[in-house]
């Protein structure tokens, strides 16, 4: 019943955005890669990539008054409801946004997706801990890791 009930509220905050300009989903996950010795920031994964999370920015402040687009306002709202349902889902607001975005993948690649979650999140802990050799072999595992999370559409 649960599982029902956070399909249902999903799908409700589906629908204020489904009116909205349809533009690519943003990322907010960036990559940092070395390559011949620049710097490169991509969302495209890379070997031995540093994975960054961002903020984007939420509107501008331009002498004194405040301006949002309609994009803004929709992920202002879902965060809104997201709170307002958090007793009912027990998801906070990134993990009503995931489960939001993931509502209509196929339910095999809802599940491949959580595992990726895990994996990645065991494997960028073993990055972290890793030197030499068994480093490269991490970051290589890792850097398939995402490049199916992101062919996926997780």
């Known amino acids: 019943m649960r599982t029902y009930c ?18 690519p989903a943003t990322s907010r ?6 390559a011949a010795g620049k710097v490169v920031y991509s969302d495209e994964p890379c070997p031995a990539a540093k994975r960054l999370e961002i903020e984007p920015t939420r ?7 405040e301006g949002k687009g309609a994009d803004v306002r929709h992920e202002i709202h879902r965060e809104q409801l997201a709170e307002a349902v958090r ?5 906070n607001a990134t993990q009503y946004e995931v489960a939001r975005k993931r509502v209509y993948l196929a339910p095999e690649v809802r599940r491949e997706c ?18 030499g050799r068994e480093l490269a ?5 890792l850097l398939r890791q995402r490049n199916r999370f992101k062919e996926l559409k997780c």
């Open 114 to 131: 959580a595992r990726l979650d895990a994996s990645m999140a065991s494997s960028e802990a073993r990055e972290r801990a890793a030197n």
């Open 59 to 65: 509107g501008l402040t331009t002498t004194g008054k």
């Open 6 to 23: 956070v399909v249902i509220l999903i799908a409700a905050g589906l629908s204020g955005a489904a009116n909205a300009q349809r533009l």
């Open 137 to 141: 072999e991490v970051q290589s595992d």
């Open 87 to 91: 007793p009912i889902t027990g998801m």
């Open 29 to 34: 996950t960036v990559f940092k890669c070395e």
